[in-house]
């Protein structure tokens, strides 16, 4: 990781109470429709920003605690947000399109 700081949304799942941290301004796929993803269990993947906001709730600090430091030992500066804005989103697609166009 660099020293850019990495938006963060800690949102805790309703069925197992387990935190995710959504990182919505990065992509996870060449279209940048889903955005990079982290959990415990499972670490990196991609996430569909809103599906997940529709099935969890959002996480208080101390929940997102544990996963907050985790991130923070691999190396990331989390600047941890409420909620993505749509220009957060089109950061994301924006992206996408560069590393797309990139490896054209």
Same mark, same amino acid.
């Given at each position: 990781? +660099?020293?850019?700081?990495?938006?963060?949304?800690?949102?805790?799942? &309703?069925?197992?109470?387990?935190?995710?941290?959504?990182?919505?301004? @990065?992509?996870? +796929?060449?279209?940048?429709?889903?955005?990079?993803?982290? @959990?415990?269990?499972?670490?990196? #993947?991609?996430?569909?920003?809103?599906?997940?906001?529709?099935?969890?709730?959002? =996480?208080?600090?101390?929940?997102?605690?544990?996963?907050?430091?985790?991130?923070?030992?691999?190396?990331?500066?989390?600047?941890?947000?409420?909620? =993505?804005?749509? #220009?957060?989103? @089109?950061?994301?697609?924006?992206?996408? &399109?560069?590393?797309?166009?990139?490896?054209?």
């Amino acid at each position: 990781m +660099d020293n850019q700081t990495t938006l963060v949304v800690f949102r805790r799942w &309703r069925a197992t109470d387990d935190v995710i941290a959504l990182f919505p301004a @990065e992509p996870s +796929d060449i279209n940048g429709w889903y955005c990079l993803s982290y @959990e415990h269990v499972g670490q990196h #993947s991609g996430a569909d920003y809103f599906g997940v906001v529709q099935a969890t709730r959002p =996480a208080t600090e101390e929940e997102a605690a544990p996963l907050a430091e985790e991130l923070t030992r691999i190396g990331y500066k989390l600047n941890t947000i409420k909620r =993505a804005s749509q #220009s957060v989103h @089109e950061r994301r697609r924006a992206t996408a &399109r560069a590393l797309r166009t990139a490896h054209v």
